[in-house]
């Protein structure tokens, strides 16, 4: 089936330690999306991609860092610098023609 | 910027009946596409309804529809014969340009209106 598939669902991160959120998705979508979700705040853009080995900064890039080496994959890696990590994180995508952004079923990033 | 306000945090609706759900935005665009997401609990974002805003007409989807004031800048979600399986958090949201230009679009998002349908 075609669709956003975000791994891992659940994530636990020492402080101080990187990790990294998978996105991949077979729409052939050209545009790729991270945002977080906390309680009460809606959902605010990381950052975003329009074509493969080019993204740019969203809202609240700063402790989060991405790639775009591939068409189908956009991972987010949420590094040391990101004080409060803790969050709901989702990935969406959208055809560069289309004007719908579809979303992946989200990860759960907790610090311990 | 684009900003995108909901102003009931919660809302309640027996099943069977109807509710409106309200949201408003500000921008200086006049070409713009406006959305509403439904997130249940298991927190995938659902797509229940787009406005285009060129569009006079109100966008309508089964028992879901808008209320689109361009002028107001208002853009409200009305379900209808409300069924246990539309309790959710309901996210507005406004299609943006994203810079520099010709970067395309994101959506931004308001804070969202939990629905509470009992029986």
């Known amino acids: 089936d075609g669709g956003i598939t975000q791994s891992p669902k659940y994530l636990f991160r020492k402080e101080g330690q990187n990790v990294t959120l998978s996105c991949e998705q077979n729409?052939?979508?050209?545009?790729m999306y991270w945002y977080r979700q906390d309680p009460g705040q809606g959902l605010r853009l990381i950052y975003y991609?329009?074509?493969?080995?080019?993204?740019q900064k969203g809202d609240i890039a700063e402790g989060y860092s991405v790639s775009r080496e591939k068409k189908e994959s956009f991972p987010l890696t949420v590094t040391s610098a990101q004080k409060n990590p803790t969050a709901f994180y989702l990935c969406?995508?959208?055809?560069?023609?289309?004007?719908?952004?579809?979303f992946g079923e989200g990860s759960w990033l907790t610090v311990v | 910027a684009q900003t995108v306000t909901q102003s009931q945090p919660e809302m309640s609706v027996q099943e069977a009946e109807t509710v409106t759900l309200s949201c408003t935005y500000d921008t200086s665009e006049s070409d713009y596409y406006l959305f509403w997401y439904k997130q249940p609990p298991s927190r995938q974002m659902i797509l229940v309804i787009r406005q285009e805003a060129y569009k006079q007409q109100n966008a309508t989807e089964n028992r879901f529809s808008v209320n689109f004031q361009k002028a107001a800048k208002s853009f409200s979600l009305k379900i209808s014969d409300s069924q246990l399986g539309d309790a959710a958090m309901y996210f507005c949201?406004?299609?943006?340009?994203?810079?520099?230009?010709?970067?395309?679009?994101?959506?931004?998002f308001g804070k969202g209106t939990s629905l509470l349908v009992t029986p």
């Open positions: 991609s329009q074509i493969v080995n080019d993204f």
């Open positions: 729409l052939n979508h050209d545009a």
């Open positions: 969406a995508s959208r055809r560069n023609s289309g004007n719908t952004i579809y």
């Open positions: 949201a406004y299609r943006s340009s994203l810079s520099p230009a010709n970067s395309g679009y994101a959506l931004n």
